[in-house]
């Protein structure tokens, strides 16, 4: 079970006006996650409607492959959207940029870098 820390009362929150952009960029890469998701998902060979059933063995190992890579995609595209989700959620209130295991706050250039973060680098360490 994860231990959480409560925020911690020293922390500083982010004034909004430096927050809009923050929440624009999330919500926009939200939905460019979505459009390569759906796009993965319809590109699946399994997916296709005029699959053959019957094919050579290359095919078969084709359509296997293309299949599996469309799958592990999709997976990937979707733990980053939840991570963009997570990190607008905690936006919204109010406890963006400030680390969900700590309770400290983010370094600023770890934000830039990675605006969906939602932990610290010591903390992100530790988890490895």
């Not at 890469?29 to 053959?52: A, C, H, Q, T």
């Not at 733990?79 to 983010?106: H, P």
């Amino acid at each position: 079970m994860k231990k959480r820390i409560k925020l911690n009362k020293d922390a500083v929150s982010f004034p909004m006006f430096l927050l809009k952009p923050v929440k624009f960029f999330l919500e926009k890469r939200i939905e460019k996650l979505k459009k390569n998701k759906n796009s993965l998902v319809g590109g699946d060979p399994f997916k296709d409607e005029n699959r053959v059933l019957n094919n050579s063995l290359e095919e078969d190992v084709d359509e296997q492959l293309g299949h599996f890579e469309s799958q592990v995609k999709v997976k990937f595209l979707t733990k980053q959207m939840v991570q963009f989700r997570k990190a607008l959620s905690r936006l919204k209130i109010g406890k963006y940029g400030v680390c969900e295991e700590c309770g400290k706050m983010i370094d600023t250039d770890r934000l830039a870098i990675k605006p969906e973060a939602t932990l610290c680098v010591k903390c992100e360490k530790a988890r490895f």
